[in-house]
């Protein structure tokens, strides 16, 4: 089997906050979902929440990684919301950003075994 050729970046939008394990493994699973489509993804919150980077539960860290992970836009084609499993308020604040910015969005989801059954973050 060939992979796609890989044609344009896009931010991946993944819950994090909540149960953190399960929502890491999503993530994941989410980028391998995009280098599937052919694109090369980008997720702060999988590489600033790494221990010894950022500490999500400090405020000022967690906003820290957030506005870097903004300055990552700019080299997007698209943000790509995955919402199996419900919308964090950190995925809120994003597309509302995405909205303001006129960037373009899209929602997305993997389906089983990430079922929208499992509770929202």
């Not at 344009?8 to 999503?26: C, F, K, M, T």
């Amino acid at each position: 089997m060939t992979s796609p050729q890989l044609s344009y970046i896009v931010i991946v939008e993944s819950p994090y906050s909540g149960d953190i394990e399960r929502n890491l493994a999503y993530a994941r699973a989410c980028l391998r979902d995009c280098f599937d489509r052919g694109e090369v993804p980008y997720a702060s919150h999988l590489l600033y929440t790494q221990e010894g980077v950022l500490d999500d539960n400090i405020g000022a860290e967690r906003l820290r990684g957030i506005q870097a992970g903004y300055f990552f836009w700019s080299s997007a084609r698209k943000i790509v919301f995955y919402i199996d499993l419900g919308w964090s308020t950190g995925m809120r604040a994003a597309w509302n950003r995405a909205a303001a910015t006129g960037m373009d969005v899209e929602e997305r989801w993997l389906g089983s075994p990430w079922s929208r059954s499992l509770p929202s973050i």
